[in-house]
């Protein structure tokens, strides 16, 4: 089957020859995937590009551990890590510092945020890492903010709902976000998950704002939130649920499962997976494993190749 690439897949394939840092083959090779036709024939060569990208981030990452301190990379930590976009004073830092203990900077004047910050968000059992990232604008993108929010789990566009200016703010971000290859049009799986959250919904010019928005971009959902007036328990869910990860809960042999302090995982992660993350040499020592929860009856002995669904029970048995 011909491939029928397009002009665009060759213009990122020429790009891809001509880079000469490591960031500038990663966005071409992005592109070229985003471009790339998606069908049985171009099959291998999806599969060779995300070889390559698999190869050139785990490099970056090498060559960050031995480069000197940069201030935009954030270390990840709890069951994911969700970087919030946008333009300045649409009340990022507001929403960081509802969900989580960070002491974030909060002003009223833009770009108060130059560095990303990072707080801890609990969510039922879990953690989950959200950072505020400094500002975008159309004139303004920080030196090294691209490269934060490619390795984030991911995204919340962040918009200010009570701004006549909330559908520029939003039409800016994407703009950022497709034309550095972090999300896609058609939404493949290289593309960054999202959420688009819109502030200060307690505030009176909000909905009008956001019914011309839902105009113009009919199929697209917005959250609208408060910082300052009710729940966001709503919120949560969906940052967990945009995640894509099960809480695994573990258990010695003979004793109560520690229902505490589960693991997280992929969605679609096998006990072979798990047996991995709790420790590398398990994956060659496991003998055994029981599955309370998804399994057919409790406590059933399961393959290593066993697909775990969320808040399963396991009991591993190594050597």
């Not at 171009?42 to 599969?47: A, D, I, S, V």
């Not at 290289?190 to 199929?219: G, H, M, Q, R, W």
């Amino acid at each position: 089957m011909p491939a029928n690439l397009t002009a665009q897949y060759y213009e990122a394939e020429e790009a891809y020859k001509k880079a000469k840092t490591t960031e500038e083959k990663i966005e071409a090779l992005q592109t070229m995937l985003s471009n790339i036709p998606k069908h049985k024939g171009t099959e291998k060569m999806q599969g060779d590009i995300k070889k390559r990208l698999a190869s050139l981030r785990k490099e970056g990452k090498k060559k960050q551990g031995k480069s000197s301190y940069n201030p935009f990379h954030v270390e990840k930590q709890g069951a994911g890590q969700v970087v919030l976009v946008g333009y300045p004073n649409t009340g990022k830092s507001s929403l960081v510092g509802a969900l989580t203990r960070a002491k974030v900077k909060i002003a009223d004047y833009p770009f108060s945020t130059n560095v990303p910050l990072s707080g801890m968000m609990p969510y039922k059992d879990i953690y989950i890492q959200l950072v505020d990232a400094p500002p975008i604008s159309s004139e303004v993108i920080p030196p090294g903010l691209t490269g934060t929010i490619r390795e984030a789990d991911a995204i919340l566009i962040i918009i200010d709902g009570n701004s006549g200016d909330c559908l520029d703010q939003l039409e800016g971000t994407f703009a950022f976000l497709k034309n550095k290859n972090i999300i896609s049009p058609d939404e493949d799986d290289n593309s960054v998950p999202y959420l688009i959250v819109a502030t200060k919904s307690d505030l009176e010019d909000t909905e009008d704002n956001l019914e011309i928005v839902k105009e113009i971009y009919p199929d697209i959902n917005i959250h609208k939130i408060s910082t300052s007036e009710g729940s966001l328990d709503f919120l949560q869910e969906y940052i967990f649920n945009m995640l894509d990860v099960i809480r695994i809960y573990s258990k010695a042999p003979g004793k109560e499962p520690d229902m505490e302090k589960p693991f997280t995982l992929k969605r679609g992660s096998t006990v072979l997976d798990l047996a991995e993350g709790i420790h590398k040499d398990f994956k060659d020592k496991l003998k055994n494993a029981y599955v309370w929860g998804s399994s057919k009856f409790e406590g059933q002995a399961v393959p290593k190749e066993y697909v775990l669904e969320d808040k399963d029970i396991v009991e591993l048995d190594v050597d």
